[in-house]
């Protein structure tokens, strides 16, 4: 098992130092560092989030969530990948650049655009960052609300990694994973933002997770993200990406084989 810092050459596929580049230089015009490193004790090697130049809300995933985004899906392979709060496409871009490094695969993202003074901004920013980085064609934007929204969006899909972040208040995230859990594949992993009992009512969700039956592995970031699953491989994916996550690197592609290259 080997591992690299950021570039990582993925074999037939692309190399993540040219989305990564593009994503720094596009982040520095649209975006503006709102909350540093080291801002949760609970995590402090943590932080670096982003907002949107102009608007205060919504604020994105941190660096260490960013790259663990990229990893699960670099190292779980998915078809399907599904999003509830796309907010202007930063945690999409990460999980894009994840498709895009494996080479295979497509995220749905929803929003309703509800958060802030975001509105519409929220779906063009989104629009720019993904063309801009080159990952547009591994992602669609979706515009509705969950949970309603959400059978609607997948259609016949199954989900193989869904990660949700969005509304994180009253019984939102229950229903939220409520809409997502029947969409799931048995193999599949359901990543929450925000299990922070001091703020919000996400964990009444990984509670019932844990009541259905998912296993629950929850990561020290700057948000709280913790992983809902069954089947048992993730155990390993999970630590071996957020091990690389912790350093800022992108865990490297996992062939049919189990190889990595
Ligand atoms: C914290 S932001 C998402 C940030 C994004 N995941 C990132 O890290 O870049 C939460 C988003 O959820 C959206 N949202 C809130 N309630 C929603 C709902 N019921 N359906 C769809 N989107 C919703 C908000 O508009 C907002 O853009």
Redesign the pocket.
């Known amino acids: 098992m080997r591992r690299v810092h950021s570039p990582v050459p993925a074999k037939g596929g692309r190399v993540p130092v040219d989305y990564l580049q593009r994503l720094v230089e596009a982040r520095r015009e649209m975006m503006d560092e709102v909350w540093p490193a080291g801002r949760n004790s609970h995590a402090p090697w943590d932080g670096t989030h982003y907002s949107l130049k102009g608007h205060a809300r919504?604020?994105?995933?941190s660096r260490t969530e960013a790259y663990f985004l990229s990893n699960l899906v670099i190292l779980g392979r998915p078809d399907t990948v599904f999003?509830?709060?796309?907010?202007?496409?930063?945690?999409?871009a990460w999980l894009g650049m994840g498709l895009a490094t494996a080479g295979h695969g497509r995220l749905i993202t929803?929003?309703?655009?509800?958060?802030g003074s975001?509105g519409v901004d929220?779906l063009i920013a989104a629009e720019k960052f993904l063309g801009t980085i080159g990952v547009d064609e591994f992602v669609d934007l979706a515009v509705?609300?969950?949970p309603v929204d959400v059978p609607k969006v997948l259609g016949e899909r199954s989900v193989d990694i869904a990660?949700i972040?969005?509304?994180h208040h009253g019984e939102?995230p229950v229903g939220d994973y409520e809409s997502v859990r029947p969409l799931m594949c048995r193999s599949g992993a359901i990543v929450f933002?925000d299990v922070d009992d001091s703020r919000y009512t996400v964990s009444k969700a990984t509670k019932r997770a844990a009541d259905d039956g998912w296993r629950l592995a929850a990561l020290q970031t700057s948000c709280f993200l913790t992983v809902a699953y069954v089947d048992p491989r993730w155990t390993e994916l999970i630590a071996e990406a957020f091990d690389a996550a912790r350093r800022g690197e992108f865990s490297m592609v996992k062939d049919a084989d189990g190889a990595r290259s």
């Open positions: 919504p604020v994105s995933v999003e509830i709060g796309t907010g202007f496409g930063y945690s999409a929803l929003d309703n655009y509800s958060e975001l929220g509705g609300s969950s990660f972040d969005a509304n939102h933002h």
